[in-house]
């Protein structure tokens, strides 16, 4: 039996819960963004680099939620531009 999966310390299984809750989670972002037009989908998409980015740098909620509210006004005005 491969024992190197049980064990915390090896990070193995860290990793791979990583890359399965991010792929579900760009799987759901895709199919919640079939119905939208194209400036909603922009503002979602932008709020939510905005989050990951902002609770990478800070490493808190508080960061997070400031970077989704920054991001979501970033990837609404992008958008007014490009539908011009």
Known sequence: ??????????????WRVA???????ATLALTAC???SHREASTVVGATAGAVIGGAVTGTTAGAALGAAAGGVV????SKKRDR
Do not use: D
Not at 75 to 78: A, D, F, L, R
């Open 75 to 78: 990837g609404n005005e992008v």
């Open 19 to 25: 890359v399965i809750a991010v792929a579900a989670a």
């Open 1 to 14: 039996m491969n024992t190197t999966f049980l064990r915390p310390e090896s990070g193995a299984t860290y």
């Open 34 to 36: 079939a119905g939208m």
